[in-house]
C-alpha cells in the first residue's frame, strides 16, 4: 500500500500506483482500490493466518477452482459461483444461524447419502407453499397434496391422496381407481372396476357386480368353504332356508314316485301255504335307499278264494320278510273283497326288494287277487325322499 508521507494532509496526496500484482490503494477520500491477482494455482491469501482480511462487496464471483474459508458475506450479497465441491472426508454443510445443519451430505465416501434436517424439534418443509413437510421427530410425510407415482421412464403416474373428507383416494393413470371412506373404513371401486384374484398356480377369478348394481350387501358366512355358482355345482350339507326352485328338478339326490301294477290279463292265483310272489315282474320293485331318507310303500287290490271261503293273506315284503299283512275270508266261494296295505321302510344305504306276496290257508281252495282288466287290477305306489 503506497500513501503520501501524511494522510491528514488538507491537499490530496500524490499517489503512485503500485507495480506489484497484489497491491491495496487508499485515494485522498479514504476510498480503497486494489489488484488482487490469484497465484498460478488459483489461490491469493490475503493477510497471515489468525489475521485474515474480510472482503465484503454486493457481489463477490469466484470463478475457477476456487477455496474461499471462512468467508462472511454482508447482508444482501450474492455469492455467484457455477459449482459448490465438497471436500474428501468432510461433510458439506449448510447451517442456520443457530447452528444446526439444514443441508448436509455424507462425509463417508462415495458421498451418496444427502440430508435435509430440520431443527431437531420443527418440521422441513417442501415447496414454498409450505404444503409438504417432514417432522424432525417422527420422519412423518405430510402432505395437503397428492403423491404422484410414475413408472421406471418417468410417465403414466398414478396417484394416492386424500379425498377431501379423510379418507384415501388411490387413482390409476388410465382414471380407474378406488376409495377407502374415512368414517366406515369402506373400500370402495371406481364404476366398472373388479376385483382379479390369481390362482396359485394359474389362472384367477374376477368379482364383478352387474352395471345396475343398486344397493346390495353380500355377507360372507363365518366358515370355511366354496361359493356356488348359479349353476353346475354341488352342495354339501348346506341348509336351504325356503328355496324358490324354478324348473324340474333333475340327479339322484330328488324325491322320486314309482307306481308298479298287476298286467290286467286274468286274476293272479296261488294254491301256496306260505308267502309267494304275486307277480315278481310287475308288482316288486329293488331300490337303493339312502341312509336320512326313508321308502313309503302302498298296495291295495281285492282278494279272494276260488272255489270255497276260506282265509287268505296278502302281504308286503323287503327281501321275503313281511312288513305289513292283512287277512281276508270271503263270504262266499269267489268272492273278492278290497285290501290296502301301507309301510315304511327307513333307509340304511342299503339294496331292498320289495313286492306283493299272497297265500292260501287251504290249497284246496286258492287265493286269488283280481287281475281282470287295465282299471281293475292290484297297484304298488313307492315313494323315496329324504327323511327326518
Known amino acids: 500500500m503506497n500513501t503520501a508521507t501524511c494522510l491528514q494532509a488538507t491537499t490530496t496526496p500524490t499517489t503512485t500506483v503500485p507495480t506489484a500484482s497484489l497491491f491495496w490503494l487508499l485515494d485522498g477520500s479514504n476510498s480503497p482500490t486494489g489488484n488482487f491477482i490469484p497465484a498460478v494455482?488459483?489461490?491469493q491469501s490475503i493477510g497471515?493466518?489468525?489475521?485474515?482480511?474480510?472482503?465484503?462487496?454486493?457481489?463477490?464471483?469466484?470463478?475457477?477452482?476456487?477455496?474461499?474459508?471462512?468467508?462472511?458475506?454482508?447482508?444482501?450479497?450474492?455469492?455467484?459461483?457455477?459449482?459448490?465441491?465438497q471436500q474428501a472426508g468432510a461433510s458439506f454443510v449448510l447451517s442456520d444461524p443457530l447452528g444446526p445443519a439444514h443441508i448436509f451430505i455424507s462425509s463417508s465416501s462415495p458421498y451418496t447419502n444427502t440430508f435435509i434436517n430440520g431443527n431437531g424439534a420443527g418440521v422441513v418443509f417442501l415447496g414454498s407453499a409450505a404444503k409438504t413437510s417432514v417432522a424432525d421427530t417422527t420422519g412423518?410425510?405430510?402432505?395437503?397434496?397428492?403423491?404422484?407415482?410414475?413408472n421406471t421412464s418417468q410417465l403414466l403416474p398414478g396417484t394416492i391422496a386424500n379425498d377431501t373428507l379423510g379418507g384415501f383416494l388411490f387413482t390409476t393413470n388410465a382414471g380407474k381407481g378406488w376409495q377407502i371412506a374415512n368414517s366406515t373404513g369402506q373400500l370402495q371401486g371406481f364404476a366398472g372396476v373388479t376385483i382379479l384374484l390369481q390362482g396359485s398356480s394359474s389362472g384367477g377369478v374376477t368379482l364383478q357386480v352387474p352395471a345396475a348394481a343398486g344397493s346390495n350387501t353380500l355377507t360372507f358366512p363365518a366358515a370355511t368353504g366354496a361359493l356356488a355358482r348359479t349353476s353346475g355345482d354341488t352342495f354339501t350339507s348346506t341348509t336351504l332356508t325356503a328355496p324358490v326352485i324354478n324348473g324340474t328338478p333333475t340327479g339322484t339326490g330328488i324325491p322320486t314316485l314309482t307306481l308298479k301294477k298287476g298286467t290286467g290279463a286274468g286274476n293272479y292265483t296261488s294254491t301256496s301255504l306260505t308267502a309267494v310272489q304275486v307277480d315278481g315282474t310287475n308288482l316288486a320293485l329293488t331300490v337303493t335307499i339312502p341312509t336320512g331318507w326313508k321308502l313309503s310303500v302302498q298296495a291295495s287290490g281285492s282278494i279272494g278264494s276260488n272255489t270255497a271261503a276260506v282265509t287268505v293273506a296278502v302281504s308286503i315284503t323287503d327281501g321275503g320278510t313281511k312288513l305289513q299283512e292283512v287277512s281276508a275270508l270271503g263270504p262266499v266261494a269267489a268272492g273278492l273283497i278290497p285290501f290296502s296295505l301301507s309301510t315304511i321302510i327307513t333307509g340304511d344305504g342299503a339294496s331292498h326288494t320289495i313286492d306283493l306276496r299272497f297265500f292260501t290257508t287251504n290249497a284246496a281252495d286258492a287265493v286269488a287277487i283280481l287281475n281282470a282288466s287295465s282299471t281293475q287290477l292290484p297297484t304298488m305306489v313307492f315313494n323315496l325322499s329324504p327323511s327326518n
Request: hydrophobic share 35%; net charge positive; no cysteine.
Open 140 to 150: 412423518n410425510i405430510v402432505t395437503a397434496g397428492s403423491i404422484a407415482l410414475q
Open 48 to 85: 497471515t493466518s489468525g489475521s485474515r482480511w474480510n472482503v465484503v462487496a454486493n457481489t463477490l464471483d469466484v470463478s475457477g477452482a476456487s477455496t474461499l474459508g471462512n468467508t462472511t458475506l454482508g447482508t444482501a450479497n450474492t455469492l455467484n459461483v457455477n459449482n459448490i465441491k
Open 41 to 43: 494455482n488459483g489461490t
